[in-house]
């Protein structure tokens, strides 16, 4: 059993690193397909960002940050920027009950409160991501400085 959690340790940074880019990429290229589903509920929760212009700006970002995650380059910023991304998408979870809720209220979800609340795991991977990137930063740094104190 201690190798299957060996295995999982060892495996665990680059999936994460690759699965966020794929959802990215993807969640990032339909905003190009038909950006009126991120605008019609940009202007539910935050008229002032409703246009297609925005919601472009957004999906080349998003795209932006999948390539860097694919090539493991700046892995703990891009960490960082998808924090805010996500956080942006659940203020309007929580700014919109309306939206996320429909006619039913609470706890039924609309299929755009479905659509808001996977961006909580989103955000929790962004969070351990970040993390793993910079434990990754920290730990060839010491073996670095280790390897130079022995040479």
């Avoid at 970002?61 to 380059?73: R, Y």
């Avoid at 805010?84 to 039913?104: E, H, M």
């Avoid at 979800?109 to 434990?135: I, N, P, R, W, Y």
Wanted: avoid cysteine; charged fraction near 10%.
């Amino acid at each position: 059993m201690d190798n299957v959690f060996a295995l999982t340790q060892k495996v665990s940074y680059p999936l994460m690193r690759i699965a966020m880019g794929i959802v990215l990429l993807w969640i990032g290229a339909l905003k190009f397909v038909d950006p009126s589903p991120v605008v019609g509920l940009l202007g539910a929760s935050l008229p002032f960002l409703a246009s297609s212009g925005i919601v472009y700006v957004l999906g080349g970002v998003e795209i932006a940050l999948a390539v860097l995650l694919f090539a493991g380059i700046g892995v703990r910023y891009v960490g960082l920027a998808l924090l805010g991304l996500f956080a942006g998408t659940l203020l309007i979870l929580a700014i919109t009950p309306k939206v996320v809720y429909g006619d039913p209220g609470f706890p039924v979800l609309s299929l755009a409160g479905e659509f808001l609340l996977k961006d909580l795991v989103l955000f929790a991977a962004s969070v351990s991501l970040t993390a793993m990137a910079t434990a990754r930063q920290v730990a060839t740094r010491e073996a670095t400085a280790l390897r130079s104190r022995l040479a």
